[in-house]
């Protein structure tokens, strides 16, 4: 669902329950974008959601409760550490003339440590993409599913995470793929070539004629 992200920022924390409409394909959905960065005039636009991010939405429903109004909220975490047992004690009044047995109204049971979620109402802030992105990256790494990167390569990768790195990902694993120009301007709304052009300038000096012919006699 990240990878394929084809919305900005600013356009996913405003998505509603109700943007999202059944497609032709029944494990799939349309989005429906009202408005954006690059739609000043307001004329919307579609955006296909593969099955594989329906699954994780509805996942995401199902967990949270969300029925209606914004899809991605804030959410307040509060961790609570574990706790020993407190036996109940005997505590000596302060005249020392008499003795108090509190045993059964003092004792503490054992706490487990947990971890508590409270779903508000309001939708996220744009500004907040950009550490969701490096705390799945951070997790994933934690729990061995990046193999391939060291400690030092996770905190280079971490230094040039923002909320717009999904949507250049896209763009070059679209390019990657061989899809020409239009397609990319298409898919991920481009206005102009000059942005997906840019972002893939190293990956076209890579895939050229040159890189090609290199690979082959390399």
């Known amino acids: ?3 394929e992200r084809r919305v900005r920022a600013s356009e996913l924390v405003v998505i509603d329950v109700t943007d999202i409409t059944e497609a032709l394909d029944p494990e799939a959905r349309l989005l429906t974008i009202a408005r954006s960065k690059g739609d000043p005039e307001g004329e919307g636009a579609t955006a296909y959601l593969s099955p594989r991010s329906v699954r994780a939405i509805a996942a995401w429903r199902a967990a949270s409760g969300i029925e209606a109004g914004p899809l991605f909220r804030r959410v307040q975490v509060r961790r ?5 047992a ?8 302060i005249s020392s003339r008499e003795t108090w047995d509190l045993r059964k109204t003092l004792p503490k049971p ?17 500004g907040s993409i950009g550490p969701i992105w490096r705390a799945i990256i951070n997790q994933a790494f934690e729990r061995g599913a990046l193999p391939d990167l060291t400690k030092d390569d996770l905190e280079r990768l971490l230094k040039g995470i923002s909320a717009h790195s999904t949507r250049v990902g896209l763009n070059q694993d679209l390019f990657v793929v061989g899809e020409d120009l239009a397609g990319i301007m298409d898919a991920l709304r481009w206005k102009s070539p000059r942005m997906p052009l840019a972002y893939n300038r190293n990956l076209a000096a890579e895939q050229g004629a040159a890189g090609r012919l290199m690979a082959k006699i390399g």
Do not use: F, N, Q, W
């Open 1 to 3: 669902m990240v990878r």
């Open 80 to 84: 609570y550490k574990a706790r020993k």
């Open 86 to 93: 407190v036996p109940g004690r005997r505590i000596d009044s």
């Open 110 to 126: 054992a706490v487990a440590a947990r971890v508590e979620y409270d779903i508000g109402t309001a939708a996220l802030h744009p």
